[in-house]
């Protein structure tokens, strides 16, 4: 079995988001199966692009 970041797992997410929308309906605010979704692919975006700036960044070698 190959090994990932726990960042790129997408059932992380998933769980993250699932735990923030129960967090979210015990303060009256309701957060469907849609828009839980479309959460968790704009975080992935986010944090996909934010690592890869920070490691372009951060870098010592050149891109060939």
Do not use: C, H, N
């Not at 469907?32 to 490691?55: D, H, M, R, S």
Request: net charge positive; aromatic share 10%; proline share 3%.
């Amino acid at each position: 079995m190959t090994e990932k970041p726990w960042y790129k797992s997408k059932t992380i997410w998933g769980s993250i988001v699932a735990v923030l929308a129960l967090a979210a309906g015990a303060f009256g605010y309701e957060v469907g199966p849609e828009a839980q979704e479309e959460i968790v692919t704009a975080v992935i975006g986010v944090v996909g692009g934010a690592f890869a700036i920070y490691g372009r960044i951060k870098a010592v070698d050149k891109v060939k």
